[in-house]
């Protein structure tokens, strides 16, 4: 039997930062485990920066003010008691990772360089050059190596075990072998990132964010906290979701429909392309709808015409744009326009934790952190930068709250851990001798359609009714569906399997939270209701799963220091 | 061109075989989108790794017609015109265990990467609570190095390890030492060196391949000689390499070329030069490449070669 005083699974900025930290007690046997290399996670995509008042480049920024932007981007949904422990924290995490070698840019004293970011009174953005959350990464995986953490790669997260809200262990299989291990822990750190994956390949996520973790801790009974609340981000690749960095549209880029207009003049006629994220999305969206955009359905686009800045200055400013239209897209952004459409970027809801200090979450023994968690700083609308943050800094105090939680906790119950791995160990059999079915990537890109279509930018109560019975049916078919590779070594058919199973299970959510949520607030735009309704709204969702039936309660939000007004900018 | 054919390299733990695939052409996509296609649409028994699908995760590593590439990055039409073919054959990546199909395993090379302390040994400058300071210079030197996304390509590529015994380290383990030994805020240089240098450093056969293949475009070979230098200056000239260092130098500096017969004695010593060479040499005389017969004669320009030899040991003085 696999024993552990503290699992940390994912080994992202989040999964790392607690690796570290939960292992620093030496009498711990500590574990990190991932489905992929560590390295490959996706916190190493992270390009622009991480967010700290460390005041360097503008002596009157503080945490303070950080504080304020991060509750008034939310739209006034964040709790404030966690906004403000958040701040506060984040210069001394900006320090620890200089002192761990990450290579920041630096500014003409020698200080960590800050760079100014959406929705942020003061640049406060520290970052190394357009590789921030890469050269982070690969900071934490060596900082794990010297302290001798023992990484379990490749290895896959199936199932937590709680049984009468004790957590027990959990089941993963090692996808090199195929082997399939109950594992007895004393804690827990859930660390798997976000499931941007719901919609596919409309998506700048990884191909593997799928909430393998967020589907673990809601099967177990934990509460989902705000998953209807997604961020999208105006100009991801049409043909295949990735980010196109917002400096494009900072330097000048136009939008243009079909009929060569630019069309941001029906929207924002002053901001024009630079108006906010979502309002863009929105147009660009509702230009599609209104048959003003190229191609059909989940291949339609706008196009993003950068020319008349000319070569120099693309070349100059723009480099690395340049690079990912002509190698993602086969576009020079110097000759063509480039085909581009809003891309979901983020989730800000996850893992309801109840206390922000320990990342605990309601189930003893079981933590969360990073973005398969909600604690909840984002909430309505994360800012730009503030998540490479809030998965190092919350990543840490997880892993100082496991490794507490260890020390107060007795190992669980063999006998329950083993009966849920045989479980999985007949299912991976069933899966692998299964010769007919439903094709699992038929599911996959009609649960991506009906989210994209109807639970996507603009919402409305009867297309997620439609999307909600297809996201059901979809749950029977998968039932039926079968994977079509017998193999027990490496057999990615069946993790992705087990992949699409829990993207229907927290899409379902999804769903379900943002019919129930009838207002707009940040991201969660409702054309049915578009004002902000803080009288009847201004709360947590909390979605719970017991067996196959979902049951929605509300948390009230935390507000320490400033009321809800007006968003404006 | 209507059809592109894939052929892989397929293997399921035991066996072996190569197994053929066609899609039709379509133009400005990537290798990893046939891939992504097949496994898709074809055959989900394929296997492969990718993850961000922008190269920026290194997951994607894969061998096309005999070189190493970047799945995601790398756009089909450029291969096919590289090639000239409308048949691609994929293998994995070299030089790494497969685990199946496309498959490499990275855990041996982490624990081989661990020899070089691959972490930052802090100076006493900084601290955890305030950090450090570093100038943009600074920041500069180990800008690039820190580029390397881990993706293997420069050890598949790689032709000393393809023909060591294991011993030399992959070009992305010296790239990481290197990072450290530039890194103004490491305390001790020489404990990232020595592993590499103690790990065969002077093996290095400047084929070029793991620079001209690098998707980071790291400059791994200035980065080999710049340690080799350091090497010396901490006094380790009594080593092979060094001493074809020094050979390299007299040769150049007395006839403003090399001398490829009398190199091998200068750095091996006369008894191991024929014991180690001669077959070595046999081999190079019947393929041309060395005449045994010819003695050099100093290059036309050979004042030129003293003149900057002259030069350099001044500036080096001052
Ligand atoms: C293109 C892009 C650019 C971004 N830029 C920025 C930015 O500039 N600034 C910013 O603040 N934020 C940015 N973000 C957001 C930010 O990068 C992410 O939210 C954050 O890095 C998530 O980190 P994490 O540690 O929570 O998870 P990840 O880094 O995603 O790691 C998840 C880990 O969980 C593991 N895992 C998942 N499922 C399983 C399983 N079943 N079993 C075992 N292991 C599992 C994975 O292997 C992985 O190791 C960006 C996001 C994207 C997509
Ligand atoms: S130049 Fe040296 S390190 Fe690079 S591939 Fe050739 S032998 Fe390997
Ligand atoms: S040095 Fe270049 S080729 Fe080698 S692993 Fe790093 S990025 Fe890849
Ligand atoms: S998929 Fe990440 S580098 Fe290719």
Sequence with gaps: MLKYDVIVVGAGGAGMMAALYASKDKNLRVACLSKIFPTRSHTGAAQGGINAAMGYRDATDSPEKHFRDTVKGSDFLADQDAVEYFTANMPAIISELDYYGVPFSRDPNGRIAQRPFGGASSPRTCYSADKTGHVILHALYEQCLKNNVEFLDEWFLLSLVVADETFHGLVAMNIKTGEIHPFLAKAVVIATGGFGRIYWNRTTNAINMTGDGTAACFNAGIPLKDPEFVQFHPTGLASTGILLSEACRGEGGYLINREGERFMKRYA?????????????????????????????????????????????????????????????????????????????????????????????????????????????????????????????????????????????????????????????????TMRNKTSGIRLVDIRNKMAEVMWNYVGIFRHEQEMRVALETIDQLLNDYEHAYIGDPALRYNTAFVHYVEIGNLLTLAKAVVLGAINRKESRGSHARADYPQRDDENFLKHTLIYKRGDRYELKYLPVKITKYPPEERKY | MENITFRIRRYDGTN????????????????????????????????????????????????????????????????????????????????????????????P??????????????????????????????????????????????????????????????????????????????????????????????????????????????????????????????????????????????????????????????????????????????????????????????????????????????????
Aim: aromatic share 8%; glycine share 8%.
């Design chain 1, 269 to 429: 006629p002053e901001k024009m392309e630079l108006a906010p994220r979502d309002l863009v999305s929105r147009s660009i969206e509702m230009e599609i709808k209104a048959g003003r955009g190229f191609g059909q359905g989940l291949e339609a686009y706008v196009l993003m015409d950068l020319r008349h800045l000319g070569k120099e200055k693309i070349m100059e400013r723009l480099p690395q744009v340049r690079e990912l239209a002509m190698d993602f897209e086969g576009v020079d952004l110097i000759e063509e326009p480039v085909p581009i459409r809003p891309s979901c970027h983020y989730m800000m809801g996850g893992i309801h934790v109840s206390d922000y200090a320990t990342l605990a979450t309601p189930v003893e023994g079981i933590h969360a952190a990073g973005e398969c968690a909600c604690v909840s700083i984002h909430g309505a609308n994360r800012l730009g930068g503030n998540s490479v943050a809030d998965v190092v800094l919350f990543g840490k105090y997880a892993g100082i709250g496991a490794r507490e939680s260890a020390k107060k906790r007795p190992f669980g119950l063999e006998t329950l851990v083993i009966k849920e791995a045989k479980k999985w160990e007949s299912k991976f059999a």
């Design chain 2, 16 to 107: 072996t075989w190569v197994q053929e695939y066609r899609l039709p052409y379509e133009k400005g996509k990537t290798i990893l989108w046939a891939l992504t296609k097949i496994k898709d649409e074809i055959d989900p028994t394929l296997n492969f790794t990718s993850a961000c699908r922008h190269a920026i995760c290194g997951s994607c590593g894969v061998k096309v017609n005999g070189h190493a590439f970047l799945a995601c990055k790398t756009s089909l039409d450029k291969l096919l015109e590289t090639f000239d073919t409308s048949v691609l054959y994929f293998e994995p990546l070299g030089n790494y265990d497969v685990v199946r199909d496309l498959v490499v395993d990275w855990k």
């Design chain 2, 109 to 318: 090379k982490m624990e081989k990467m661990k020899k070089v302390k691959p972490w930052l040994l802090p100076s006493r400058e900084g601290s955890k609570e305030e950090g450090f300071r570093q100038s943009k210079q600074q920041f500069a030197k180990i800008s690039s190095s820190t580029d390397c996304i881990l993706c293997g390509i420069c050890a598949s590529e790689c032709g000393q390890l393809a023909i060591n015994d294991g011993g030399y380290l992959e070009p992305f383990i010296i790239n990481k030492a290197y990072r450290f030994v530039v890194d103004s805020r490491d305390n001790a240089p020489e404990e990232h060196i020595r592993p590499v240098l103690e790990n065969e450093l002077w093996k290095c056969i400047h084929c070029m391949q793991c620079v001209s293949k690098c998707p980071k475009e790291i400059p791994l070979t200035d980065e080999i000689a710049y340690l080799r230098k350091e090497t010396m200056k901490m006094g380790e000239v009594h080593n092979q390499g060094a001493r074809h260092a020094y050979a390299f130098y007299h040769d150049v500096k007395k006839w403003g070329r090399l001398n490829e017969m009398t190199l091998p004695v200068k750095t091996d010593g006369m008894v191991t030069t024929l014991r180690k060479r001669i077959p070595f040499a046999y081999r190079m005389i019947v393929k041309g490449k060395i005449n045994p017969l010819r003695l050099p004669k100093a290059v036309k320009g050979i004042k030129g070669v003293r003149k900057i030899y002259q030069q350099v040991e001044e500036e080096s003085k001052s």
